[in-house]
């Protein structure tokens, strides 16, 4: 009882200790002429404001001017030059055997190339909803033209060859392909090659000083579809996975914190010169998709016997082929609203599909993860619903039809807006997919740093000048 109330008292003063001192310290700052930034002024605050707290000395150059409009100038010239956001990050890419890349794509390596010159030719992804996980098809491609570009400009990472030199390393592993069309046995294979190269992925990674080094948390792998990397996650975890979502992983091996979550690739094609209003979009609320009785899917079910009946809804199940991505292009853009129920996974192809189709997404997945979160507000261009109060009568209907046109609007341009950070291209352009994933990785390299560093303080590792490590000693389980 003593140990606890002396124990409670030390806490308490500990805290108040903290607060006086973080109060003063706050006093001193802002009392001082010219100190504050309003960042909400500045174009884009958002986005700068989260990006720019690692790097403090940035603001320097602001609190020294007179007023707001010289600062905002400075800002702005500052900004050009040395924009945070632009600040490159460093990839340095294995140079893995081509049967790991390109290959599965149906590339044929000449010789001792292990890269196809993108010059010359750039290998096709295959089509069709195998498009929708080719995330790691366009961030290799970024990298390879990378080394071609004339300047930077509008360019987030570029490939070093020399991974001392590199912020992380990026294992080009084509994973979602691999699953998609590696998964079934041939009839003389005693193991898939989706399987076969996932171990020799491991093996492959598990002998390089790069992984050693860090334990692998400086190592990029992508596996965007759900069931893509399946046997080598658990063993690969400490790196950062570019994913989908999390639905079929534990939180040890993925994670908000540790990984990247990107867009899906959009199926539908955009709706370029969207002249559309409130008005001249008859259907209300649109949603085309799989019926799922298992796990969260069992809503979809829930849903459709709530909606049949209302006529301005369309509602229908059935997956997209070949004509049915045509009616669902027909469908999103002619819609006021796109419904996104969770599925077998919480995510999937269709809220990108509704981004472009700027139809306002409603999103019913209590689960989800959304690419970018940390910098872009979902709200301001989505409605969410819980699961339970979708559930609850009338109440999905009711939510949506006290949407008015001036609502609706401000979301639609919203849309508008952000939809360039869903699309992947080839060459890609100032912050399309491509650029806003690579940006989402460099917002991870402090942490890791942090990481790396606090492993190595009690590691009796000895650095020689040159910064090759003599020997290595890092513990491996500290997560
Ligand atoms: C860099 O390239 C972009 C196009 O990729 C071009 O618009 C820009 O003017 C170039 N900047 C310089 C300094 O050459
Ligand atoms: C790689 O970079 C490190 C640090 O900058 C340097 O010491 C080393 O010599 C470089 N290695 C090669 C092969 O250039
Ligand atoms: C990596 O570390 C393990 C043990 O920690 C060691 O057995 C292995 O030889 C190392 N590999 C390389 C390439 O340094």
């Known amino acids: 009882m003593g140990l606890l109330t002396r124990k409670s008292l030390l806490c308490l003063f500990l805290m108040t200790s903290v607060v006086f001192i973080l109060s003063w310290f706050f006093v001193l700052r802002w009392t001082g002429p010219h100190h504050s930034v309003d960042f909400t002024t500045l174009p ?10 690692e790097d403090s000395d940035e603001y320097s150059v602001m609190s020294a001017s007179k007023d707001k409009e010289e600062e905002e100038a400075t800002w702005n010239k500052h900004s050009k030059n040395c924009d945070p956001i632009k600040k490159i990050l460093k990839v340095f890419m294995y140079d893995l055997p081509p049967e790991f890349h390109f290959e599965l794509l149906g590339w044929k390596a000449e010789g001792k190339n292990f890269w196809p010159d993108i010059r010359a030719e750039v290998p096709e992804y295959p089509g069709g909803l195998n498009l929708q996980h080719s995330i790691e098809y366009w961030l290799t491609l970024d990298l390879l033209n990378s080394e071609f570009a004339e300047n930077l400009s509008g360019r987030s990472a570029m490939r070093v060859h020399n991974s001392s030199e590199a912020d992380v390393l990026f294992v080009p592993f084509f994973s979602s392909i691999c699953y998609n069309r590696f998964s079934k046995l041939n009839p003389n294979q005693k193991k898939s090659t989706n399987y076969l190269l996932q171990e020799k992925l491991v093996k492959f990674l598990m002998s390089q000083e790069e992984w050693n080094k860090s334990g692998g948390r400086d190592h990029i792998i992508v596996a965007h579809h759900p069931n893509s990397l399946l046997d080598a996650r658990t063993k690969l975890w400490p790196a950062i996975y570019i994913l989908s979502d999390f639905g079929r992983y534990p939180p040890t091996v993925a994670n908000i914190e540790k990984d990247v979550i990107a867009p899906y690739r959009h199926v539908i094609r955009s709706f370029v010169d969207d002249s559309s209003d409130f008005d001249s979009r008859p259907t209300l609320l649109y949603f ?19 909606l049949k009946d209302e006529t301005d809804v369309h509602f ?10 045509k009616q669902a292009t027909k469908g999103m853009h002619s819609s006021k609203f796109c419904l996104n129920i969770a599925g077998d996974t919480p995510s999937s192809n269709r809220l990108f599909d509704a981004i472009v189709s700027h139809c306002i997404p409603v999103i019913i997945s ?12 979902y709200s301001e261009f989505c409605i969410f619903v819980r699961t339970s109060d979708a559930l609850k009568k009338n109440f999905l209907i009711n939510l949506i039809r006290s949407i008015g046109k001036e ?41 890791i740093k942090r990481k790396l560093y ?13 910064g090759e490590v003599m020997s290595v000693d890092i513990p491996r389980n500290f997560w």
């Open 44 to 53: 884009n605050s958002k986005l700068f404001a989260l990006a720019y707290n």
């Open 288 to 306: 085309q998709g799989a019926l799922y009785r298992k796990d969260g899917g069992i809503i979809r079910q829930e849903l459709f016997y709530m």
């Open 316 to 325: 229908s199940f059935g997956n997209v082929k070949k004509d049915g991505i």
């Open 366 to 377: 209590d689960d989800i993860e959304l690419p970018y979160e940390d910098v872009l507000d």
């Open 407 to 447: 609502e609706w609007t401000r979301k639609w341009k919203r849309l508008k807006e952000v939809e360039n950070f869903y699309e992947f291209r080839y060459p890609s352009k100032d912050n399309d997919a491509v650029q806003m994933i690579w940006q989402a990785v460099s917002r991870k390299v402090p942490a």
């Open 454 to 466: 606090r492993a190595r303080r009690f590691s009796r590792t000895i650095v020689s000048r040159q």
